[in-house]
C-alpha cells in the first residue's frame, strides 16, 4: 500500500487504560489514521524480547513497535473499536484505518484480538470505555 493521502492530525494523553492515541481532528471513515512502526524482528526473536508492543505481520514477521516514535503504539484495545488494524500484504506493512467517522477529541482504539486478550490483558481484566462501564 503506497496510500499518499492526507493522515490525519493526532495526539497523545490520558486515557482510561493509560495513555491513549486522540484524533486532533475529524477522521472519515475509512481514512488512514497512522502507520504502526518499529524494528521488524523474526517470531523467534520477539519470543526471546517479550513485550507488550509487538505485533505479527506474518508467521516468520513481527514489528516491536517499542519505541516512543512509534506513536501508533499509544492505540488503546477497545471491545468496539472505532479502528482496525490493516495488513498490506504487497510490503508487510501495519496500518491504522478508521472503522467509523471518529470526531476530533474522540480515543482512537482497535481490537487487539483473541490472543493478546488472553496473554497479556486477561490477567489485568480489559480496561476499555465499554467493559470500564459494564462494571460500574
Same mark, same amino acid.
Given at each position: 500500500?503506497?496510500?499518499?493521502?492526507?493522515? %490525519?492530525?493526532? =495526539?497523545?494523553?490520558?486515557?482510561?487504560?493509560?495513555?491513549?492515541?486522540?484524533?486532533?481532528?475529524?477522521?472519515?471513515?475509512? =481514512?488512514?489514521?497512522?502507520?504502526?512502526?518499529?524494528?521488524? *524482528?523474526?517470531?523467534?526473536?520477539?519470543? =526471546?524480547?517479550?513485550?507488550?508492543?509487538?505485533?505479527?505481520?506474518?508467521?516468520?514477521?513481527? *514489528?516491536?513497535?517499542?519505541?516512543?516514535?512509534?506513536?501508533?503504539?499509544?492505540?488503546? $484495545?477497545?471491545?468496539?473499536?472505532?479502528?482496525?488494524?490493516? $495488513?498490506?500484504?504487497?510490503?508487510?506493512?501495519?496500518? *491504522?484505518?478508521?472503522?467509523?467517522?471518529?470526531?476530533?477529541?474522540?480515543?482512537?482504539?482497535?481490537?487487539?484480538?483473541?490472543?493478546?486478550?488472553?496473554? *497479556?490483558?486477561? %490477567?489485568?481484566?480489559?480496561?476499555?470505555?465499554?467493559? =470500564?462501564?459494564?462494571?460500574?
Amino acid at each position: 500500500m503506497t496510500d499518499e493521502t492526507y493522515r %490525519p492530525k493526532v =495526539q497523545v494523553k490520558r486515557s482510561s487504560a493509560g495513555l491513549g492515541l486522540f484524533a486532533a481532528e475529524d477522521i472519515k471513515k475509512e =481514512q488512514l489514521i497512522i502507520e504502526y512502526t518499529g524494528d521488524r *524482528i523474526t517470531q523467534d526473536e520477539a519470543n =526471546q524480547r517479550g513485550g507488550r508492543y509487538l505485533f505479527s505481520v506474518t508467521k516468520d514477521l513481527v *514489528i516491536d513497535g517499542k519505541g516512543r516514535e512509534n506513536t501508533a503504539r499509544y492505540i488503546n $484495545h477497545a471491545c468496539k473499536p472505532n479502528a482496525e488494524a490493516e $495488513h498490506d500484504d504487497e510490503e508487510d506493512r501495519i496500518y *491504522i484505518r478508521a472503522r467509523k467517522n471518529i470526531k476530533a477529541g474522540e480515543e482512537i482504539t482497535y481490537d487487539y484480538g483473541k490472543e493478546y486478550m488472553r496473554e *497479556i490483558i486477561g %490477567p489485568e481484566g480489559c480496561r476499555c470505555a465499554t467493559c =470500564q462501564t459494564k462494571t460500574k
